[in-house]
């Protein structure tokens, strides 16, 4: 690959990577946008190049790779259903926020600061014990032990 | 022997299917499987006691080396003749021992029946990984058993605790096996037995990891917790499951492996002896502090396990048979233990040893079955525990390893097994003290299905212990069938006055005494429990300290930041492959700085645009500047000889900028927050890390040049195969059709979900609130309109056109749909929502979903006519003006996709395209 090539695809990366790690849905989605472009100029690069590849016009050994061709038409597509999907999240943002910026997540906050255990399991496993430990306790021979209900 | 399998699988889902019709007759339906399984190893005995193995083998995955080879040895028989031959038992004595109409009863027995199915996999099985398959299968039927009453905390707690150490034990040996086949080169058991393959590392901890698999299986410290705890489970269960088999499965494999293993492996036998050694002492130890007598007995297996380990471990010729004379003997005096507990416990409702009472008239068939269960668990002469201990004995004195050590240490194992047998005879019918407290109890007779099962076992128990000899070629094929050098085995009761025979007296008389005497050496039995990792606390801890570890870390790594997130992953991304990179050599520095100077126009403008929209401030700006760079791109991909890209490129880019438009006019014009110069520093280090990463990547796999490719063949086979000219149009169609189909769904569920999101909580059919103002109607200009209608018509001509087309010539079912989506775009720029509206009746969605079945239906019509899946077919038709038109099936695949991309286009309008709600609270869905 010629180094314009492989520069542009890095750069559309660069770029693409700086608009993804911001706040507002927007930017994210151009960014996401510049990535698959740049995917793509990575793709198209990747094979041979030459004449369109069509049966009958040509030498097959001129002829461009088809197969990134396809690769990337699928990739066009569906970037596009991706873009659409990510769109309709920044209008439902707008329509209960007034904006598209994501904000953290308050309850992975919470985890991160405090901790928050899932006492669920602990609980189960200390009841095993609590089981194994109890059956150990043995009352003298003669007494009678009291009936649990 | 497959086709035992099959039976216990059926008639085990059978009785849990129709568990509530069936009643208690589910025992008839579910035993039937270990019923005819004791019934074939009976008309096959004399084949296998011949040494001559019964194989059978289907070919599964022949190309991972996985074939289901099952194979019937002597140790083998051994084994299934314990799962047939006590399962069936088990279900005679289930039959009697559960109220009819119990809840749930039909899925109790049909779990068992499961696992009678895969106890006799297990032992079957021939390949390793086949042999996980059904150790596996026992652990999960044996979680659901012990957890069978799912309202009581408690069977939970303790289904949990067997699933937890048992699985992660599993999970451990699953490693191992695979470890030990590698170095072996074969899965197959009996090929890796045969020529074991030499020490290494590698072997070492794939031994190791297997070990702790069985270990954990087979109940032996430290993991020996969720035995006692598996109590819980009804008693036929525990008899069947935790005494006389599934605990068995880690010592039928260390018996397996043992031989092979034992001298090679230098660590083995220390290792092995000593675990089990120690597994036997602190398991005798607690269960003579136990007033629970299924917890006496649970802990009396840990014990006896700890012995099998032990001996079977050493892999000895002696070993191998005296360990197969204990399996025989513990299964028989375990399994009528816990018959009689649970005879006692259903005729007094207790099987508390402080408060059984004396057994009376009616109890005494029972009486006499513990007995003699009592009497073989401690050694006593005449039953077949005696036999076995003393060949026991006779095989740790001459172990290989420490003899003396390990012999002295069986001796205190069997003196403890002595007491805590005298301790259940005493609890359980022996105490002459206690009397009835009520004569219709004590009148009370256990039914004759709770007694027979427990007769028969201990009928075996007092034969084989008088006259050993009647277990002589079992003993025999089962030994030389582990240890192919073992010559024909005889078993005697008396073997003259030798030292084993004093060992086996002084743990007796060791036993009666330390029973006796058990007030006064109470702190010395204490101490079982007090070993530094006692099983109950040390799982309580690991498990709390799990789930402390895994808040940590989720707290760390799920800190609720959408930037931190996806930096951590691009980054991932892009350090991993990143570090490859550097450390081979990536660019041989050949390439060329450009191909064409038009190329390097084109990527000016690519840049130029994207930086434009990433530093751009307005919303608008950056979404029109991203149109630019698609553009841009398309012009690459004419350059780069790729019409199809090229045409869908500039198609799906137009669409693009009017969504972005129908979004953005809601959204504040500007990206109003800075952020902190911190944040941004770190965002650009990231950036320019991918981007590097990206560039030598590039740069690496231009480097890469292969001679031929999978292109060749394709552009070859395009017209033969495909019927088509544009090879880019029957990959996606024919070759890679398949593929298609998946990305053509994709789009489907994106696009519902877009609409779904963007019009959740309005109503249907646009009309919002009633309250609210009618549409304002747009000025209309004619010329407009009508030039709109003219370009809408030459626009969707020319979508049927590349359709049609596409397949020889530029075009295809995308690029075709992108322009009728183009054509849309254009009606709703001239008459808004409405004028898209007016273009069908049907919903937009209705093209997505008649796309998407024309798609499926294309793919799979081939499969009628005897074909494969999208193979393409032609047919070719005279039509009179046209001339020849050739229709291939590929077309109607491709007519799916048009309607598809159509339909996606459409819902986007749906989704965006009618006049913007009042921005207000109220309007806004009700969702706040």
Redesign the interface.
Known sequence: ???????????????G????????L??II??L??LS??A???F????R?????????GD?AD?????P??L???A???S??????L??????S???T?????D??????V???H????TE??D??????A???A??E??P?G???EVVP | MTALLTLHAVTGAIAILFGRRLGRRAVYVAGLGPLVTFAWLIAEFGTILDREPITESVRWVPRLGLDFDLRADGFGALMLLLVAGIGVLVFVYSNAYFPPNKEGLGRLIGLVGLFAGSMVGLVLADNLLILYGFWELTTITSFLLIGNDHTDARARAAALQALLVTGAGGLAMLAGLLIVGHEAETFSLSGLIADPPAPSTALTVGLALVLVGAFSKSAQWPFHGWLPGAMVAPTPVSAYLHSATMVKAGVYLIARLAPAFAGPVGWWRPAVVTIGLTTMVVGGLRALRQTDLKLLLAFGTVSQLGMMVAVFGLGTADAVAAGSVLLLGHAAFKAAAFMVVGALDHAHGTRDLRRLPRPERGQRPVALIGAIAAASMAGVPFALGFVAKEYDLEALQHSPWAPGLVTAAAVVGSALTAAYSLRFFWGSIGRMATESPDPAVAARRSPPGLVVPGLVLTAATFVAGVVPDVLDRLVSASAASLRPTVGSVHLDVFHGFNLTLVLSLVALGGGALIFALRRPLEPVLALGGELPVTAATGYAAALRALNRTADRVTGVVQNGSLPIYLGVIVLTAAIVPGTLLLSGAWNDGDGAIVDSWSQAAIAALILGAAAAATALHRRFTAALFLGVVGYAMAGLFVVRGAPDLAVTQVGIETLTTVLFVLVLRRLPDRFEQRTAAPMRVLRIGVAVVVGLTVFGLALATGAEDPATTVSDTFIERAYPDGHGRNVVNVILVDFRGFDTLGEITVLAAAAIGAVALARAGRRPGGVRDSAAPPPVPLDRITVLEVSTKVVFIALSTAAIYLLLAGHNQPGGGFAGGIVAGAAVALRYISGGIESVRRLSRSKPWTPLGVGLITAAGAAIVPLLFGGSVLESGVHTLDVPVLGEVKLTSALAFDTGVFLVVIGLAMMVFESFGDDPPARSRDTAGGTR
């Not at chain 1, 990577?17 to 507002?24: D, F, N, P």
């Not at chain 1, 004449?51 to 016009?57: E, I």
């Not at chain 1, 002829?63 to 197969?67: E, F, R, T, V």
């Open positions: 690959m010629s180094y314009v090539m492989a520069g542009t695809a890095a750069t559309l990366f660069g770029l990577t700086y608009l993804l790690l911001q706040r507002k927007s930017r151009i960014g946008s510049l472009h740049g793509n100029v990575l198209v690069n990747s094979g190049s030459g004449v369109a590849p069509f049966v009958g016009k097959a002829m461009a790779d088809p197969i061709q396809a990337v038409l699928t066009i597509v569906i596009f259903a991706t873009t659409t999907l769109l309709a999240l920044a209008y439902r707008w329509l209960l007034d904006d598209d910026e994501v953290d997540d308050v309850e992975d906050r985890i991160g600061r901790g928050h255990l899932d399991v602990s189960e496993a200390a009841l095993a014990a089981v194994s430990v059956a150990e043995e009352l021979d007494h009678e032990p």
